[in-house]
């Protein structure tokens, strides 16, 4: 195989073009992991598939050996109604490719993939090389990168492929989300009778909105909690409210665990709550991670990403880099630039031939 730089470039490029033809939102995305399969086909790559999700491992793969994984996703949110082109039609224009999906992940999967070419047929790597193209990503769905995970071997640290402008996420919030329940006694509110919960969930709300966690993180700043639903069951002015529920939008940085953040709303919450999820924690990889080292010998600066990704579902190091901009993702007429996606493919060659001693 012909490991030019150009060559992968053009075969990455091609590549997107037919992803963005074919829609593929999240728990939809049959048609474009069938191009993917395709793809290494056209190849020469075995590969396999669970659900939606493909993975390969390189040719030389020896169980023995260390494994980096190389994910990114080829799910898509809908395309909104800003859009002013065909959001299914590929379009090039001054550098630039437009389509739902191009930068968000487009971009960084068809890079990932040409990386992995680049290194599939060589014998003497001392790591393994294991690519997935995961499914449901937009969702954090659970037939998404959990699901192929335990397919993929023992895997030591990874590369998450997210629009970052080639910097490195080192860092990420994690997320929750708390239902919560305020709970009184019905009356009548002409004669005070009664207990209010939605008086009692305002007095909660008002604790959640001016708490501050202790511990602040130098990369992803505080932990924050943010109440942003209200309701009661009411439909009636004058009946006292019996309960009132609200959900609080949890971001964590990487100083503490979800345990921590559920033991402090319990001990000054007159609420009931529950967590819809905990897996979708805050991760981190150590700065001096070889991974990160080689990034940061490369040029590269890191940070503390804001944004979760399927980063948060493994529980090994990985780090979150890619080409495109997390600005334009979910915008109208998305777009990459061609140059985004060489410098990508030719960043991700450099950064795991440092680790992987080619």
């Known amino acids: 195989m012909n490991n030019d730089i150009n060559i992968l470039t053009d075969k990455a490029v091609a590549l997107l073009k037919q992803l963005i033809s074919t829609p593929s939102f999240s728990k939809e995305e049959n048609d474009t992991a069938e191009l993917i399969v395709e793809f290494f086909n056209q190849n020469e790559i075995p590969c396999s598939r669970v659900g939606n999700n493909i993975y390969a491992k390189n040719a030389y793969y020896d169980a023995a050996k260390p494994s980096i994984l190389l994910n990114s996703h080829h799910d898509t949110v ?68 959990e699901l192929v995970l335990p397919y993929l071997g ?37 004669r005070n009778e009664g ?14 909105r001016n708490y501050k966690f202790e511990k602040v993180s130098p990369l992803l700043g505080e932990s924050r909690l943010s109440v942003t639903i209200i309701e009661t069951e009411n439909k009636q002015h004058n009946v006292v409210p019996s309960q009132c529920k609200y959900v609080i939008d949890v971001r964590v ?9 559920l033991d402090a709303l319990k001990q000054n919450l007159q609420s009931t709550f529950k967590p819809r999820t905990t897996r979708m924690r805050s991760t981190s990889i150590p700065v001096e991670h070889p991974l990160v080292q080689a990034g940061i010998a490369l040029g590269h600066g890191y940070y ?54 080619v």
Not at 342 to 351: A, E, F, P, Q, V
């Open 304 to 357: 503390g990403s804001p944004t979760t990704s399927d980063k948060a579902l493994m529980h090994f190091p990985a780090l979150k880099m890619g080409p495109g901009d997390s600005a334009r993702s979910h915008t109208a007429d998305e777009y990459i630039y061609l140059d985004e996606i060489r410098n990508g493919i030719d960043t991700y060659i450099k950064l795991v031939s440092r680790v992987v001693n």
């Open 195 to 208: 207990e209010n919960a939605l008086y009692k969930a305002v007095d909660d709300i008002n604790w959640i």
């Open 154 to 190: 023992n895997i030591d640290f990874g590369i998450v492929g997210e629009p970052t402008k080639l910097e490195m996420a080192i860092a990420e919030r994690g997320l929750m989300v708390i239902d919560c329940v305020a709970h009184g006694r019905a009356g009548h509110a002409a």
């Open 253 to 261: 940085n990487e100083l503490y665990t979800f345990e921590e953040i």
């Open 78 to 145: 809908k395309p909104n109604k800003g859009y002013t082109m065909d959001p299914f039609t590929p379009i090039v224009k001054d550098g630039k490719l437009f389509g739902l999906g191009s930068n968000d992940a487009g971009g960084c999967l068809v890079s990932l993939m040409a990386t992995f070419l680049y290194f599939y047929n060589e014998p003497a790597l001392n790591h393994n090389i294991v690519f997935a193209a995961s499914a449901e990503e937009e969702i954090s769905g659970v037939n998404g990168i």
